[in-house]
């Protein structure tokens, strides 16, 4: 058995003990919680989905939508327009290397929360709100047991993951982009 098949096999070991669901909902909250809270971009809040589609993602996960409805269909759309392109070329570059057992709704939820705490300034177990890089790197051998396999000890998750993005990209980004990517790689 290969090092990749053995960390997929843990991963899906870990996944089958311990059911996402809970997980998923609690980082999706934590995520969104630390977008209100303006300790990550407030587009994070809305996880690059449209109102409709969050509310559906919030009652699935039994997460609280008041605050959702209290906004009108302007003034959602005024916080969509502030999400980079970047976040869903991240969310789908995540969601692309997610453990494969994992649910693939769940496997976008989790994609879509991570995606947004790499916006952060922080390094990413803490914008992601994780207690340790060891428990961050828990998480991402669980749900994306390719990219820990690909990034075994690394420290600088951001920066590999937007390194990643920026060989992948196949259109050359505006220069807001560029300097959001500068200022995330000096991390």
């Not at 991963?11 to 934590?30: C, E, M, N, W, Y």
């Not at 869903?88 to 976008?108: I, S």
């Not at 196949?170 to 220069?175: E, F, G, L, M, R």
Request: hydrophobic content about 45%; aromatic content about 10%.
């Amino acid at each position: 058995m290969t090092f990749a098949a053995s960390a997929e096999s843990g991963a899906i070991d870990k996944i089958r003990a311990h059911p996402p669901q809970d997980l998923t909902g609690s980082f999706v909250a934590t995520v969104r919680a630390r977008a209100e809270a303006g300790e990550l971009p407030l587009f994070a809040w809305s996880l690059g989905l449209p109102q409709p589609a969050l509310g559906r993602l919030l009652g699935e996960f039994g997460l609280s939508s008041a605050d959702l409805a209290q906004l009108t269909a302007a003034e959602f759309h005024r916080l969509e327009q502030l999400t980079p392109a970047a976040f869903h070329e991240l969310r789908r570059m995540l969601f692309e290397h997610r453990t494969k057992l994992l649910d693939p709704a769940q496997a976008d939820s989790l994609a879509r929360a991570l995606a947004g705490a790499c916006f952060g300034s922080l390094p990413l177990w803490e914008d992601a709100g994780f207690a340790d890089e060891t428990e961050l790197a828990s998480f991402i051998g669980t749900f994306f047991a390719p990219l820990a396999q690909k990034y075994r000890n690394c420290r600088h998750w951001k920066r590999e993951f937007f390194k990643d993005l920026h060989r992948q990209s196949q259109v050359k980004p505006a220069i807001a982009e560029l300097l959001l990517k500068c200022f995330l790689l000096r991390q």
